[in-house]
């Protein structure tokens, strides 16, 4: 009777850990050092289950890989350069998480990622690791890489002598002084009409207003990189409306930033106009919708319109 038990128990844990789908990737399995790539996790879940990931929001540690592909005891980490965002998409029976880092390194070699952990219904899984290569330059064919710390600056021969030197560029000191008693006759014959205006600080709303700009003259669905434009426009719209009320938006859903927004007393025209944007970078972002042209510029113009509403207004030359 105890070994019926046992099995029965065992099946069951079995079958609990066999529902749960994980999967991790990199969009990148190589890069530039200062180049950003993203980590994407996700689970696929009953529909019921509860669904916990502690995210990081600073940086991910990574252990390196040794010549002889030993993990070392020491490591880099890789800097995480913007916040860590996740979502749920809902089918009939079954549900699935899926959240992303955007990162960076700082250093190159061959790393790997330790595996996640997440906690489904009050038990801890694990992801299994990623393994990243970080170059200082890109790698060329038939040319060895080396690592950074490799490079060394070459010893004269001889040591640096000024007389020397005095000698053989007295015409390069000459100019330099030239130049230095140009500049300073300059700088006096227009002082009095050398006058800088004090600088007015950039608004919210203007910075928010050239990034979005910026981001359009990118034109990255030109370049394959539809996703890459929604996430940057959430990111730029969810920062510009953290600021804006004081609240923390940028890892909301985008029904809890909904919920947030009408707290804050915003109308519903206007928060239901912000979900709608948030809904669509979602759709590119995790449902891999492709939108044409047109409805890509108007969810800028939508994001541009929403900050020109909320921007509190303001007045020019007022004392």
Do not use: C
């Not at 330099?176 to 140009?182: M, N, S, Y």
């Not at 394959?224 to 969810?238: A, G, T």
């Not at 953290?242 to 804050?264: A, D, H, M, N, P």
Request: glycine share 2%; charged share 25%; net charge negative.
């Amino acid at each position: 009777m105890m070994n019926k038990l046992t099995y029965l128990f065992s099946f069951f844990i079995a079958l609990n850990v066999a529902s749960q789908e994980l999967h991790q990737e990199a969009s990148e399995s190589q890069l530039v050092i200062g180049q950003s790539i993203i980590l994407t996790y996700s689970v696929v879940t009953a529909k019921n289950d509860t669904v916990l990931f502690k995210e990081k929001s600073d940086v991910i540690e990574a252990r390196a890989i040794t010549k002889t592909g030993d993990l070392s005891s020491e490591g880099i980490e890789f800097e995480i350069t913007h916040p860590f965002i996740d979502t749920f998409i809902f089918q009939k029976k079954s549900k699935e998480w899926i959240g992303k880092y955007t990162i960076t390194a700082w250093d190159s070699g061959l790393f790997v990622i330790p595996g996640a952990a997440i906690i489904i219904n009050d038990s801890t899984y694990y992801f299994e690791d990623i393994a990243l290569v970080s170059y200082l330059v890109d790698p060329i064919d038939g040319m060895d890489i080396y690592d950074i710390k490799e490079n060394f600056a070459d010893v004269p021969d001889k040591p640096f002598s000024i007389a020397e030197f005095l000698s053989d560029y007295w015409w390069l000191l000459l100019l330099i002084l030239f130049a230095i008693i140009a500049f300073i006759a300059y700088r006096r014959r227009n002082k009095d009409e050398d006058f800088e205006e004090e600088e007015r600080p950039i608004s919210l709303k203007e910075r928010t207003l050239i990034a979005i700009n910026a981001l359009e003259k990118a034109k990255l669905w030109e370049k394959d990189q539809l996703k890459d434009h929604f996430v940057e426009l959430s990111y730029i719209l969810r920062s510009y409306l953290t600021s804006r009320y004081e609240i923390s938006l940028l890892e909301k859903t985008t029904y809890e930033t909904k919920l947030l927004l009408t707290q804050k007393g915003l109308n519903e025209e206007t928060v239901d106009t912000i979900a709608r944007i948030l809904s669509e970078a979602d759709m590119v972002k995790f449902a891999k919708s492709k939108p044409d042209l047109i409805a890509i510029l108007r969810v800028s113009t939508l994001a541009k319109q929403i900050v020109a509403e909320t921007s509190p207004l303001e007045f020019d030359n007022v004392e």
